[in-house]
């Protein structure tokens, strides 16, 4: 399929995000996401006080913890790259994207659980199976974060043979 293929944008629900990733629970918080072409996304995420992790970080004060927020941008860059980039679909049919490496962040401000928290995404292509992901974090329209990051591709056996042999 090429880039003209796909009718830009496409809009997921919760339910279409989920039957894309592999994530469930509490580390999944993704609510939509709207692919505006094959490397720009825009996703909303939210942190319910009854999060396990919200209730731990910090009793009494629940601050919505930045790996949350980087772990949320990887999985809307994964969603948004396994639906709308024409190039994945040239990837063996198992891959997955993992988090490769976190290269720069910038916590602004911190996010308090029952906020959307909008995520502004664009994604290169770095090498084959690698990809840069840079987000601009936002809630209520105020910046509170910058992220940086690069997913990898690997076949989903492998990342399951590696987990039954740790």
């Known amino acids: 399929m090429s ?15 989920e039957q894309i990733l592999p994530h469930r629970g509490t580390i999944f918080v993704c609510q939509q996401l709207t692919i505006e072409g094959p490397h720009q996304f825009h996703g909303v995420a939210s942190w319910p006080h009854d999060n396990a992790v919200i209730q731990g970080h910090f009793p009494g004060m629940p601050i919505v913890p930045g790996v949350m927020l980087i772990e949320s941008m990887a999985q809307f860059a994964g969603a948004g790259l396994l639906a709308g980039d024409p190039y994945v679909k040239t990837l063996p049919q198992d891959s997955v994207g993992v988090l490769a490496a976190v290269r720069n962040c910038w916590f602004k401000q911190p996010v308090l659980p029952g906020h959307d928290v909008e995520f502004f995404i664009q994604c290169r292509q770095m090498a084959p199976l690698l990809v840069q ?5 936002k809630v209520a329209e105020q910046e509170v974060a910058k992220l940086e990051v690069a997913l990898a591709y690997a076949p989903r056996s492998q990342l399951q043979a590696a987990s039954a042999a740790g």
């Open 3 to 17: 880039e003209q293929d796909y009718q830009y944008p496409m809009r997921l629900q919760r339910g279409d995000i």
């Open 133 to 137: 992901v840079n987000a601009q974090v």
